[in-house]
Each structure stands twice: as structure tokens, then as C-alpha cells.
């Protein structure tokens, strides 16, 4: 892992701000990563290679599949509730973050 591993972003650098359609003055040098947030690049590829390192080998397989079990794979009855639901989605984002941090790691790319 990089020197800059330990420091990851500061609030400042992960404000969320909207993806915009074209590149506008202030945010050169910024890409909007797999959460949405806008960081250098140098801090996207510490995140996807954080990410991958935690995720690999045989453990990491296993936690995934639990993950993928109680987010991805669950389905919701017909009286679920908005708050459940709404819940269950935001637990579904953050585990896609997590899958596609990884795959961008594994393919060298930053986004």
C-alpha cells in the first residue's frame, strides 16, 4: 500500500457534491468515485486498493457472500414498510461500493 494509505480523505476533500455533465472550474484533477464522492485520484486508487486488500482471499469471499446474502439477494414482501425499505436500499448501496471499489482495483482503473 502507498505512503498516503494512513491519511485517507479530509471533509473538505469528501464534501459530496453533484456529478456534473461537464468538467467546471475548481475540480480539475477530481473524479467522482464509486460512492459519488469527488476526490484526487491519487485518493480514489488508496480507497480501491484498501478495499481489495480487505476484501481478498478466502475471508473476504465470505464476508462479501454474507453481505451480498443480507442486502442484495433479500426481497422485501409486500408489507414492507418505506423506512425498511429505504433502509434495505442504503445497505445494497454500500455494499455495491464495496464490490465495484474492488473491481476497479483489480483492473487499474480509478473509475
Known amino acids: 500500500m502507498s505512503e498516503d494509505a494512513g491519511r485517507l480523505v479530509s471533509e473538505e476533500e469528501a464534501r459530496p457534491i453533484a456529478p456534473p455533465i461537464a468538467p467546471r472550474p475548481g ?9 459519488g464522492y469527488y476526490r484526487p485520484d491519487n485518493q480514489e486508487s488508496i480507497l480501491n486498493e ?8 478466502p ?17 422485501c414482501g409486500p408489507n ?7 433502509h434495505l436500499e442504503g445497505q445494497r448501496f454500500i455494499v455495491h461500493v464495496l464490490l465495484k471499489r474492488q473491481e476497479l482495483h483489480q483492473e487499474g482503473r480509478l473509475r
Open 27 to 35: 475540480r480539475q484533477g477530481l473524479l467522482a468515485g464509486a460512492d
Open 59 to 75: 475471508a473476504g469471499e465470505k464476508l462479501m457472500n454474507y453481505l451480498k446474502s443480507i442486502t442484495l439477494n433479500a426481497v
Open 80 to 86: 414492507v414498510n418505506t423506512n425498511q425499505l429505504l
Open 50 to 57: 484498501a478495499v481489495a486488500l480487505c476484501l481478498a482471499g
